[in-house]
C-alpha cells in the first residue's frame, strides 16, 4: 500500500471511530434522562421518597398548581373524598381530625405517596409526579375549615 492510501485508511478509520463514540454519547444522554439534579418535581417518585419542604414552598408559591391540583383532586380523589373534600368513602378532609398524620403538609404529602392499602386508599406514588402530589397536599390543607355541606363524620384524632 502506498503511503497515501495508508493515511486515507487512517483517516477513515479515525472518523468511524469519533461517530461510533459520538453516537454512544448520544445515545446514553437520550435514554438516560436529564441529570438527577434536573429530575426531582416531574418525575415519578418511588415510596419511600421524603417529603421535601423546599419543592412544597415551590409549588405551593405559585397559584396555577393550585388549580391543577383541584382538577386533579376533582378527577381522582373527589370519588372517595367528596368534591368539596365532605368525605364519603373516605375520611372528611376539612374538619381538623386526622386518621394519618398531624394535618401538617408533610403527613398528607405522606398519605398521598404512600396510601393505606388495607384501607382502601390508594397510594398514589407510582401514580403521580411529585409535582402533583404536592400541588394536591397544598390544596388539601387548604381544605381545612371549609365547611362543606353534608360533612362526614369526624374520624381519628383533632388537631389545633
Ligand atoms: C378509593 C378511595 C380513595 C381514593 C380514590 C382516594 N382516597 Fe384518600 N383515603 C381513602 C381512605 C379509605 C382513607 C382512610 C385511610 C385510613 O383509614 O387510614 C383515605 C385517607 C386519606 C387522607 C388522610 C386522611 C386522614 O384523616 O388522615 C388523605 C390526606 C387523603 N386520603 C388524600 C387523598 C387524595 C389527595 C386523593 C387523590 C389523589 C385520595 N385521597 C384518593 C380513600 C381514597
Redo the contacts with the bound molecule.
Keep these: 500500500m502506498s503511503s497515501q492510501v495508508l493515511a486515507a485508511v487512517q483517516t477513515w478509520i479515525l472518523i468511524l471511530i469519533i461517530t461510533v463514540v459520538a453516537i454512544f454519547i448520544y445515545y446514553y444522554y437520550m435514554t438516560s434522562g436529564p441529570p438527577i439534579e434536573q429530575k426531582g418535581v416531574n418525575s415519578p417518585i418511588s415510596s419511600e421518597q421524603l417529603f421535601s419542604q423546599a419543592i412544597f414552598d415551590t409549588v405551593s408559591s405559585d397559584p396555577v398548581n393550585l388549580n391543577m391540583a383541584k382538577i386533579?383532586?376533582t378527577e381522582?380523589?373527589a370519588?372517595?373524598?367528596g368534591l368539596a373534600g365532605q368525605g364519603g368513602?373516605?375520611?372528611?378532609?376539612t374538619d381538623r381530625?386526622?386518621?394519618?398524620?398531624d394535618g401538617g403538609a408533610s403527613?398528607?404529602y405522606n398519605?398521598?405517596v404512600n396510601?393505606?392499602l388495607t384501607?382502601?386508599?390508594?397510594a398514589?406514588a407510582e401514580i403521580?409526579p411529585v409535582k402533583d402530589i404536592m400541588a394536591?397536599t397544598f390544596?388539601?390543607t387548604k381544605l381545612k375549615g371549609t365547611m362543606p355541606l353534608n360533612p362526614k363524620m369526624p374520624?381519628?384524632r383533632e388537631y389545633p
Design positions: 386533579i383532586y381522582k380523589c370519588v372517595c373524598h368513602i373516605g375520611p372528611n378532609l381530625f386526622w386518621l394519618r398524620g403527613g398528607i398519605i398521598i396510601g393505606v384501607k382502601g386508599m390508594p398514589w403521580l394536591l390544596f388539601v374520624q381519628g
